[in-house]
């Protein structure tokens, strides 16, 4: 088990070591309140308590933060146990130290009032693993789904587009074989990043790639109905990205807004950068009322937003929107860097990578 995989939360990170410290410091308040027996609180009781409190909740933790990678090769029964055995031998030490200060004397009460204190940080300790537990369980569910969400999104290449470039490609072999070979390798390139499993995030550069070799065959079949505006800005080639994010984005604009034209229409593509976000836009003239949207649509998009939301939480946002006889599906990412470059491709044209801000469908 890594530490990442480990149930225990980093404890030493600034944001952990805060909510310790106001959680057990809400619990002395509590106790403060009961133990009063004039007024509301006991303020005496309530600075002593604190301040034994927040010394030993500050010291377990820097002990369990200096020991996590070993407790994460443990068992969760041996890891549990060591983190209670560290907690109660802090709570002992301070509870020695405290009484020695002020009831020098000793004694049986002495004594009561430390056992006192190890069972109530015993069963404190273990409501708070249990927690941290529960919460890590739940946090391996959420991916698990998540990861599931890709699994079905990567296999989402509708059986239309298979049969319709398949029938294009056919029409080419005899006409233009050297064509067809490329429609091949394309299509072949989709079908890859439909099947393999994936990074939760790639270079942006990556899925702009599947998005060229995607139109590239929506080209082939629909010719000059088919045309394409490129708007995206230079250095954001590492921007990370969930995979097969806007080349679903792509599909349902040619499947909603240029397959049921006669006259086609222009599919527009824009990436750009706003302080700390990176916005994708996805145009297409919107459909007649008459035409019946496939329920895809609908289901792609929720299911895009609910991996951004898993991978980036409340900054990633998707909408859509239609403006004067315009689709518009909106992208935002908060700016983040994949650090694995992409891999290099063979076949690649690179005429296609450069920063153009219009392009046609490409007919050699």
Not at 12 to 25: G, I, K
Request: glycine fraction near 4%.
């Amino acid at each position: 088990m890594t530490t990442n995989d480990f149930f225990v939360p980093d404890l030493c990170r600034v944001r952990a070591v805060f909510l310790l410290l106001v959680t057990s410091e809400l619990l002395v308040l509590v106790l403060s309140i009961v133990q009063a027996e004039r007024g509301w609180i006991d303020w005496n009781y309530f600075g002593l308590l604190s301040l034994f409190v927040q010394w030993t909740t500050l010291t377990s933790a820097a002990l369990i933060c200096l020991l996590r990678a070993r407790l994460a090769r443990m068992r969760v029964s041996w890891a549990t146990f060591t983190i209670v055995a560290i907690v109660l031998l802090d709570v002992l030490a301070f509870s020695l130290f405290a009484d020695s200060v002020l009831h020098p004397v000793g004694g049986v009460a002495a004594w009561q009032g430390v056992a006192k204190k190890l069972l109530l940080a015993l069963l404190i300790v273990l409501m708070v693993l249990r927690y941290f537990y529960l919460q890590h369980q739940w946090q391996q569910q959420r991916e698990a789904e998540m990861q599931a969400n890709l699994a079905a999104l990567q296999a989402r290449i509708q059986p239309h587009f298979l049969f319709n470039s398949m029938n294009t490609i056919a029409s080419l072999i005899a006409v233009n074989p050297e064509r067809a070979e490329d429609a091949v390798l394309d299509l072949s390139e989709l079908f890859r990043a439909s099947l393999q499993s994936v990074d939760q995030l790639i270079p942006l550069s990556r899925e702009l790639e599947l998005c060229h070799r995607y139109l590239d065959i929506e080209s082939l079949r629909l010719g000059d109905r088919l045309r394409l505006e490129w708007q995206i800005e230079a250095g954001l080639e590492q921007q990370a990205i969930p995979p097969l994010t806007l080349q679903p984005l792509v599909e349902n604009a040619i499947y909603h807004g240029i397959q049921p034209r006669p006259e086609g229409g222009t599919v527009r593509i824009e990436v750009q950068s706003k302080g700390k976000f990176i916005y994708l836009l996805v145009q297409n003239p919107k459909p007649d009322h008459g035409y019946r949207q496939h329920q895809g649509n609908r289901m792609a998009l929720t299911n895009i937003q609910a991996r951004l939301q898993a991978l980036f939480g409340e900054p990633a946002v998707l909408k859509h929107s239609h403006h004067d006889g315009i689709y518009t599906v909106t992208l935002r990412l908060p700016r983040q860097k994949v650090s694995a470059p992409p891999p290099a491709r063979a076949d690649w044209r690179t005429q296609r990578s450069t920063d153009t801000t219009k392009s046609e469908p490409c007919d050699d």
